[in-house]
């Protein structure tokens, strides 16, 4: 988009020009009313502000429907990695429930042998 932008720039004379984005209107061409006689026949007028006007081209069209559609793409394949992960959880579900339980039991263990071997300790005079 930065490059989109130099380029119009550089294309219209207009040093000010910005290229911007809101949700209701997409991505728009934004030029101060200043040099509003250098605007070029190819932009359509979208919207009319105090100090500027805001402008579309087919090309920006373009370039925000690829945009759009790449986050839908990136939307369903998330989506999907989720969906694969969840089931893949589910069905180990068993396997990691075990596995908590052998892991509860050795935390458990190893506390009481921590704790005795302190006691050993303290009863011999060594701690």
Not at 30 to 58: A, G
Not at 88 to 112: C, P, V, W, Y
Request: aromatic fraction near 8%; charged fraction near 30%; proline fraction near 2%.
């Amino acid at each position: 988009m930065k490059n989109f932008q130099e380029s119009e720039r550089k294309t219209t004379g207009i040093p000010s020009l910005k290229i911007g984005f809101n949700k209701v209107f997409g991505y728009y061409i934004d030029v101060t009313k200043t040099h509003q006689h250098k605007v070029p026949e190819t932009y359509i007028r979208k919207q009319t502000l105090v100090n500027s006007e805001r402008y579309i081209t087919e090309e920006l069209k373009k370039y925000e429907e690829k945009i759009l559609t790449a986050e839908e793409k990136i939307e369903a394949i998330e989506s999907r990695i989720f969906d694969e992960l969840c089931h893949g959880i589910l069905k180990e579900s068993h396997s990691i429930q075990t596995n908590a339980k052998i892991l509860n039991r050795l935390d458990l263990l190893s506390s009481f042998s921590t704790s005795l071997a302190r006691m050993h300790q303290v009863a011999i005079g060594v701690g």
